[in-house]
């Protein structure tokens, strides 16, 4: 079966501007979950959708933010970007969000310049 | 915070068992022990998770010790496609995975 996909792969955005991320996760998959990776911080959890509703999130300021749709898909924005939100954006879809593994995508690569 | 500690990186000759440690010593009763490994640039792949079993799948073999304070991941036969950054992540939130720095495996010929 077809595995999470992430949309676009790579991203140049310049600081102040938005952007979008999309996240197809694995048919039948209702948990959708957001990371930041960067060289600093590592892997960081964003947020996680299930079934439309956000159920977690994680440390981050409110120019971050995501949406679950009815087929699952997700998206997730970020607003008035500054340098510092370059990074590697990965998804990962699970089928229920608990004690079942994840499947990641191979993220979306955005540089702000 | 991460609830693991793992070695910064580790070496393995080609062929041979990897066997990637663990630490989890605050690990709770209902919470489950993940492995996933990354190779560069590319998204995390899950590899293998247990409660207090010994598992085993067709990619690794997981030991948990009887306190489930800590754990090994074992690879039997290393490849040279087997070296990427492996994490060990302690975890009953499902789809709310808390990354550590991982252990950087090198699997040398």
């Known amino acids: 079966k077809a595995g999470v996909t992430q949309t676009p792969r790579y991203l140049i955005k310049t600081r102040g501007q938005q952007v979008t991320l999309s996240c197809s996760p694995i048919?039948?998959?209702?948990?959708v979950s957001w990371y930041q990776q960067t060289p600093g911080q590592g892997l960081q959890f964003l947020f996680e959708?299930?079934?439309?509703?956000?159920?977690n999130k994680g440390n981050f300021p409110g120019r971050f933010s995501g949406r679950q749709f009815s087929n699952s898909r997700s998206e997730m924005n970020v607003s008035t970007l500054e340098l510092g939100d370059s990074a590697l954006y990965l998804c990962?879809?699970?089928?229920?969000?608990?004690?079942?593994?994840?499947?990641f995508g191979q993220g979306t690569r955005l540089t702000v310049v | 915070d991460a609830k693991t500690t793992q070695p910064t990186s580790m070496d393995c000759a080609e062929g041979r068992a990897a066997n990637l440690p663990c630490n989890h010593s605050?690990?709770?009763?209902?919470?489950?022990v993940y492995w996933y490994r990354q190779i560069h640039s590319q998204g995390p792949q899950y590899i293998i998770h247990?409660?207090?079993n010994n598992e085993t799948n067709e990619m690794a073999s997981l030991i948990i010790t009887e306190d489930r304070k800590s754990s090994t991941l074992i690879l039997p036969h290393a490849t040279l496609r087997d070296t990427a950054v492996y994490y060990c992540?302690?975890?009953?939130?499902?789809?709310?995975?808390?990354f550590g720095g991982g252990t950087r495996l090198m699997v040398k010929p």
């Open positions: 605050t690990i709770s009763g209902n919470e489950y």
């Open positions: 959708y299930f079934s439309e509703t956000q159920r």
């Open positions: 990962a879809s699970s089928f229920q969000g608990e004690n079942t593994e994840a499947f």
């Open positions: 992540i302690v975890n009953n939130a499902g789809n709310m995975l808390t």
């Open positions: 048919s039948g998959h209702r948990s």
């Open positions: 247990g409660l207090k």
